[in-house]
């Protein structure tokens, strides 16, 4: 019996590790831009003619990863439809720890430095996290919210930028 579940185990952790991103494949390199305040429309700039929704957040922040899981059943409409997702922390999260959380996350993942953060975070208004925003295939910022909104109202603003 103690073999049969401990086989059960890592059959499922095997399946599991196998659907999970390496960081590697999830993690960019911050573009190159003019000013601090642009380094969010520079990221943009990477997926023209895709719509991309940007999620700021935290390793520490509870409310950001209740609504990681919450927006999950979301997420495969959101492959079909060609959205990019986007995760941009900052330097308040621990570097070893965003390492391990952000292969299970998926979406293309950016670490900003303390300036950049703040820059960002005056431009937009930004006053906490998690902060959501959606970018519309032209390029243009189409939405944004503090606190997650729930699937509904990000699927209807995710139709809207398509």
């Given at each position: 019996?103690?073999?049969?579940?401990?086989?059960?185990?890592?059959?499922?952790?095997?399946?599991?590790?196998?659907?999970?991103?390496?960081?590697?494949?999830?993690?960019?390199?911050?573009?190159?831009?003019?000013?601090?305040?642009?380094?969010?429309?520079?990221?943009?700039?990477?997926?023209?003619?895709?719509?991309?929704?940007v999620d700021f957040w935290a390793t520490w922040c509870g409310p950001c990863v209740r609504a990681m899981e919450t927006l999950k059943p979301l997420k495969p409409w959101m492959e079909e439809n060609g959205i990019v997702k986007v995760?941009?922390?900052?330097?308040?999260?621990?570097?070893?720890?965003?390492?391990?959380?952000?292969?299970?996350?998926?979406?293309?993942?950016?670490?900003?430095?303390?300036?950049?953060?703040?820059?960002?975070?005056?431009?937009?208004?930004?006053?906490?996290?998690?902060?959501?925003?959606?970018?519309?295939?032209?390029?243009?910022?189409?939405?944004?919210?503090?606190?997650?909104?729930?699937?509904?109202?990000?699927?209807?603003?995710?139709?809207?930028?398509?």
């Amino acid at each position: 019996m103690k073999k049969t579940i401990l086989s059960l185990v890592c059959i499922a952790a095997t399946a599991f590790t196998a659907f999970a991103a390496t960081p590697e494949e999830v993690k960019r390199e911050t573009p190159k831009y003019d000013k601090a305040e642009n380094v969010v429309e520079a990221i943009v700039a990477k997926y023209p003619g895709k719509t991309v929704f940007v999620d700021f957040w935290a390793t520490w922040c509870g409310p950001c990863v209740r609504a990681m899981e919450t927006l999950k059943p979301l997420k495969p409409w959101m492959e079909e439809n060609g959205i990019v997702k986007v995760y941009i922390t900052d330097h308040t999260s621990d570097p070893a720890k965003w390492e391990t959380m952000i292969g299970d996350i998926g979406g293309e993942h950016y670490w900003l430095n303390e300036e950049e953060m703040k820059a960002v975070c005056d431009k937009f208004g930004i006053q906490g996290i998690p902060t959501y925003q959606i970018y519309n295939k032209k390029g243009e910022k189409a939405y944004q919210k503090t606190g997650y909104p729930g699937n509904d109202v990000m699927k209807a603003e995710f139709e809207k930028a398509l």
